[in-house]
């Protein structure tokens, strides 16, 4: 995904909706917040996200 970022692909998902890689990134990172609010009851101050090398 971070290979197409600022390219004017999209990627296909839920139910044919096309979307750039961008709003693609946009939603998985949206997904832990929402929960960390739900558990808190607020918004994180910050956050650290690591990705393992492949």
Do not use: N
Not at 5 to 33: C, N, Q, Y
């Amino acid at each position: 995904m971070k290979q197409r970022m600022g390219t004017t692909d999209s990627h296909r998902i839920l139910a044919g909706t096309g979307m750039t890689t961008e709003s693609l990134s946009t939603e998985v990172l949206r997904s832990p917040r929402i929960d960390v609010r739900e558990r808190l009851g607020a918004d994180p101050a910050a956050a650290v996200i690591t990705v393992p090398a492949a």
